[in-house]
Structure formats: C-alpha cells, structure tokens
C-alpha cells in the first residue's frame, strides 16, 4: 500500500514563489525516481522536473533556472520549489515516484502518483 500525499499549491501573484511537497507512504525499500508533471486546461501533461537516485535533476526548458526538485530522505518526501511564477505556469501539479520494495538486484520497481494539487498564477 503505497501512497502519495500533495500540498503546497494556492494562488499566487506573477513573481511569486510556493513550495509543493509530497510525502510518500507505505512499506517501501527505496524510491529511485522522483517526479513532477503538471497538466493546464486543454493542454498535454507535461514533465517538469526530475531526479533520480544520486543524480542531477532535470528540468524542463519552460521552468529552467526557476524550479527547483529535492528531496529529504528521512521523511520520505519530495518537493517542488518554484520561484519566478509566470501565469503560464498554471496548472495542476501532480508528484509520482518509481520504488521498489525489497533489496534484490532484480526486484521489480513500481509508479506511484498523487492526486495534484492546484497551482494559479495570476498576473
């Protein structure tokens, strides 16, 4: 039983900044990936951030050098720092990670996503 817990959206004014958070529950061994997506009205869910195990994050070109992914172990939970909001940015933002749930080398790795959380920017 896996869950996916999100929080931190609201409406902010152009400029501003929200954390988004993501606490992830249940009987899991390791989280190797941890992701952001966000969906506007009518408009494809797009990837826009992205860290996995050790490694850099990745970031989508439209939130480069704006958003930030990180994550604190201990509490098993994912953020999304966003600063410099542009309208544009509006959407619903949704967390999912990839786990696995035993130490084995060839143990399977499962996706998980929450349920978004409402991010609006006004101008």
């Known amino acids: 039983q896996v869950q996916l817990v999100e929080s931190g959206g609201g409406l902010v004014q152009a400029g501003g900044s929200l954390r988004l958070s993501c606490v992830v529950s249940?009987?899991?061994?390791?989280?190797?990936?941890m992701q952001w997506y966000r969906q506007a009205q009518g408009v494809q869910r797009e990837l826009v951030a992205t860290?996995?195990?050790?490694?850099?994050?990745t970031y989508a070109d439209s939130v480069k050098d704006r958003f930030t992914i990180y994550r604190d172990n201990a509490k098993k939970t994912v953020y999304l720092r966003m600063d410099s909001l542009k309208p544009e940015d509006t959407g619903v933002y949704y967390c999912?990670?990839?786990?696995?749930?035993?130490?084995?080398?060839?143990?399977?790795?499962?996706?998980?996503w929450g349920q978004g959380t409402q991010v609006t920017v006004s101008s």
């Open positions: 860290l996995i195990g050790g490694g850099r994050p």
């Open positions: 249940g009987n899991i061994f390791s989280i190797n990936r």
């Open positions: 999912t990670v990839r786990v696995t749930f035993s130490s084995t080398w060839d143990a399977g790795e499962y996706d998980y």
